[in-house]
Every structure is written in structure tokens, then in C-alpha cells.
């Protein structure tokens, strides 16, 4: 079955580390996108990248890096230097057609300890 | 810039009655309007979508009107049960085809049902 996957479900960081939130497509989606959820305030996006080997900051950049080196595949890494990575993160994909839904991943909730 | 506002919540209901969540839109052009469902702990779900204005979207007994003139895209439901308790999310996609657009979401409503 087509659709999106996103590793780990549930993910934990010391302070200090880097992590990498996994997400891959079967879709044959151009557009990949991160958001980023809190309670009481919807969807941020992060990052967004529309052809491999290209990627645009949204509206909540700092602190984090991705990649698209193949199609199927947008991991993010979250930094040291992204001072309240607690939350739950949501990674979409689409076509970059006009009119077109985005798709989501399942979701990993992240958690500093 | 675009936008997207919805009604906040949370909404308590009892099973059976009627839903409305408000959703109202700023864009430029015609943009495609969404909703988009979330359960606990899940990703979301595209419930419903219109493409051009006086479009109806309907799924699962939820129905959205694209009303251009009101900026408007309401979600509706005539009888409520407990599992459609979630938090939705009303969407829009800018309608150029510039590189680099997102969906726009709005913050969100929880609804929570009762039996």
C-alpha cells in the first residue's frame, strides 16, 4: 500500500543531542513537507522541499536541518541549538500540482529527558 | 498573507446532535479549501475537500460548502457519534503553483462526544 512512514513512533532526547525523525513515501510526491504541532497551536511548518537536492526553511527553521537526497526520503534532525523540541512532528507529502491534498505520516512524538 | 481561522473550542456534544465548526479563509486567487481529521496520538486524515467555489465536499456524513462570497468553508454533520470525536483542521492550498507552497492550517477544533 502506498502512503507515508514515519520512525520512531516515540522518540527521547537528552539535552545536548541531536536526533533524526525518519519519513519516506511511496507516493511519488514531489513536495515533502515537516510541521511542527503543539497544543492549542495547530501546525507550524519547519522545512519543505519541493525536488531532491532542494529544501526551503518555513516558518520555524531554527534549531533544525533536513536532507533530500532521494525522492522517497525527508529526514529532519533536530539540534542542540533548538531550545523547546518537545512536541509532536508531522511529515507530509504531495504533488506540487494546483489543488492537490497533502498526505501525513502517522507522527513522532519527540520528548527531552 | 493567506490565512485560515477556525472556531475555538473545545465542542461538547451529545450524541446525535448537529455540528458546525466554522472555518473562514484570507487568500489571494481561488485557493482549494480542506478538512483535515486527527485522532489521538494519530497523523491526519483528509475528511473532505472543494476545488472551486459552491463545491460541496462531502465524507462520512460531513458535508463543507465552498462559499466564496462569505469566505467561508463550514464543516457540518446532522448527527454526531462518539467516534467522531477529534481535533479537525481546516486547510487551504494557495492556488498558484509557485515553488515552494504548504497547506495553511488553522489552530484547530476539538470536538468531543458524548453517548
Known amino acids: 500500500d502506498g502512503g507515508i512512514t514515519q520512525s520512531p513512533k516515540y522518540l527521547f532526547r537528552k539535552e545536548g543531542q541531536n536526533v533524526t525523525l525518519s519519513c519516506e513515501q511511496n507516493?511519488?510526491?514531489?513536495?515533502m513537507y515537516w510541521y511542527r504541532q503543539d497544543p492549542g497551536q495547530g501546525l507550524r511548518l519547519i522545512y519543505y522541499s519541493q525536488i531532491v537536492n532542494d529544501f526551503q526553511k518555513g516558518d520555524i527553521a531554527e534549531g533544525y536541518s533536513v536532507s533530500r537526497e532521494k525522492k522517497e526520503s525527508f529526514p529532519l534532525t533536530v539540534t542542540s541549538a533548538q531550545k523547546n523540541p518537545t512536541a509532536f512532528y508531522l511529515c507530509?507529502?504531495?504533488?506540487?500540482?494546483?489543488?492537490?491534498?497533502?498526505?501525513f505520516g502517522q507522527g513522532t512524538r519527540l520528548t527531552v529527558v | 498573507g493567506n490565512s485560515v481561522t477556525q472556531m475555538e473550542g473545545p465542542v461538547t456534544l451529545s450524541e446525535e446532535a448537529f455540528l458546525t465548526i466554522n472555518c473562514t479563509y484570507t487568500a489571494t486567487g481561488y485557493p482549494s479549501l480542506f478538512w483535515y481529521v486527527q485522532y489521538p496520538g494519530e497523523g491526519l486524515q483528509l475528511l473532505l475537500k472543494?476545488?472551486?467555489?459552491?463545491d460541496k465536499g462531502s465524507n462520512k456524513g460531513f458535508e463543507a460548502t465552498y462559499r466564496k462570497e462569505t469566505t467561508s468553508f463550514h464543516l457540518e454533520k446532522g448527527s454526531v457519534q462518539v467516534s467522531d470525536s477529534a481535533v479537525y483542521f481546516c486547510a487551504l492550498s494557495e492556488s498558484t503553483n509557485q515553488a515552494g507552497t504548504a497547506l495553511i492550517f488553522g489552530k484547530g477544533t476539538t470536538l468531543s462526544v458524548s453517548s
Open positions: 472543494a476545488t472551486k467555489a459552491d
Open positions: 507530509a507529502s504531495r504533488w506540487t500540482a494546483r489543488n492537490t491534498e497533502a498526505f
Open positions: 507516493l511519488n510526491h514531489d513536495a
